[in-house]
């Protein structure tokens, strides 16, 4: 793995981008640390932060073919873009407690026959004004609703499900899908050999 994978939140799991514009709301929730699996949280500091950010623009940039602004980070928009990421995570959970309306400050132009827009200022502010936007865009589409989260309580790894049905649930067959079948299937063995139920595995 080289630098530019491990500063790419959704490269650095091995998993495709999301379409178009969809792929800044993944990358903002693959930013999140696995602490088991040794990942790193990149909204960790600030440093991360903006490499986290600028790598994730460019890919923004080049899946939806528009320029994209540097947006600068401070340290004090950490807990924000945080929250935030803990927000969105809600959105694909649907443990989403809290219908909040969210303002979006951005310059709308209309060119070539369609609408595009640049989040105004710096910082979280301008971050959460374009995954809004772009998360409008999807929900529209349909593309959200393939959003999802690894059903594995200590990966949550967010891949696009592009199975025909959209019932996939494991970032991966090979590593969550199969460790957590296996403890569910020994589980069961230990419940039958002690004759009770079994104990939570997690
Ligand atoms: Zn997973």
Known sequence: MNSDDTSRSTGRLLLAAAPGGLCLVQDLLNSAGMPEASVPDLLDNESAAQTWLDASMQTWSEQTGRTARRIALSGDDL?????????????????????????????????DGRF???????????????????????????????????????????????????????????????????????????????????????
């Open 116 to 202: 595009s827009f640049q989040p105004k200022g710096d910082g979280a502010a301008a971050v959460t004004s374009l995954v809004h936007l772009e998360a409008l865009l999807a929900s529209h589409t349909g593309t959200l609703a393939r959003l999802k989260a690894c059903m594995n309580p200590s990966c949550g790894a967010v891949f696009y499900d592009l199975s025909r049905n959209a019932t996939r649930v494991w970032h991966d067959m090979k590593t969550c899908g199969n460790t957590l079948n296996l403890r569910a299937s020994r589980a069961r063995r230990r419940a039958t050999a002690k004759g009770s139920p079994a104990d939570s595995d997690r």
């Open 79 to 111: 807990p924000a873009l945080r929250d935030l990421r803990h927000d969105v995570r809600g959105w694909l959970t649907s443990e989403a407690e809290d219908p909040t309306p969210h303002p979006v400050d951005v310059d709308l132009s209309f060119r």
